[in-house]
T-cell receptor, first 114, second 114 residues
Framework: GESVGLHLPTLSVQEGDNSIINCAYSNSASDYFIWYKQESGKGPQFIID?????DKRQGQRVTVLLNKTVKHLSLQIAATQPGDSAVYFCAERTSSGSARQLTFGSGTQLTVLP | DVKVTQSSRYLVKRTGEKVFLECVQDMDHENMFWYRQDPGLGLRLIYFSYDVKMKEKGDIPEGYSVSREKKERFSLILESASTNQTSMYLC?????????????FGQGTRLTVV
């Protein structure tokens, strides 16, 4: 089946630096791409999404870039803080009638160094 | 504050037992999901439901069944638990809206089958 995956399983950055987390996807029929953050001991939490007809979307300290030509998604975190340490998942949404399915990638562990 | 509650945080069951994992959401969401999370594999969709009494197989439904008798409750059933079903199980819910991509997750149930 179709899959969503990540290039790097771990990423370490200095506090204050920018972080870039990458994701490759293969399902061209997905209508949205989403980033989730999972802190230790908690369920994933929504960060930001991007519709498939867009190539960039900005949130608070985060930017998501979508490159449909190479089927690549990235999450940029500006001025990374210790609270950003978590596992980050990309996900894609596919819709079939009323059913909307989210498929997740394998995750990247982000560690923020002091 | 939105809430998805899973009945147990930790569960230990014996091989061959029938196991019920319960999930309740208080947001009147139409969609509910069951995922399992394993190291290096991310979140894999087991089953989802987009309405009461409706269910759809996800990517790994074998060995599982689900029940959605009421809108707020989505149960995952392991008919005969096996050791390879030892995992973290995550329930999520989301509203129907076409523009909505945010799924709300419970805190997870860590199931150990011995």
């Amino acid at each position: 089946g179709e899959s969503v995956g990540l290039h790097l399983p771990t990423l370490s950055v200095q506090e204050g630096d920018n972080s870039i987390i990458n994701c490759a996807y293969s399902n061209s029929a997905s209508d949205y791409f989403i980033w989730y953050k999972q802190e230790s001991g908690k369920g994933p939490q929504f960060i930001i999404d991007i519709r498939s007809n867009m190539d960039k979307r900005q949130g608070q300290r985060v930017t998501v870039l979508l490159n449909k030509t190479v089927k690549h998604l990235s999450l940029q975190i500006a001025a990374t803080q210790p609270g950003d340490s978590a596992v980050y998942f990309c996900a894609e949404r596919t819709s079939s009638g009323s059913a909307r399915q989210l498929t997740f990638g394998s995750g990247t562990q982000l560690t923020v160094l002091p | 504050d939105v809430k998805v509650t899973q009945s147990s945080r930790y569960l230990v069951k014996r091989t061959g037992e029938k196991v019920f994992l319960e999930c309740v959401q208080d947001m009147d969401h139409e969609n509910m999901f069951w995922y399992r999370q394993d190291p290096g594999l991310g979140l894999r969709l087991i089953y989802f439901s987009y309405d009461v009494k409706m269910k759809e197989k996800g990517d790994i439904p074998e060995g599982y069944s689900v029940s959605r008798e009421k809108k707020e409750r989505f149960s995952l059933i392991l008919e005969s638990a096996s050791t390879n079903q030892t995992s973290m199980y995550l329930c999520a819910s989301s509203p129907h809206g076409r523009m909505n991509t945010e799924a709300f997750f419970g805190q997870g149930t860590r199931l150990t089958v011995v």
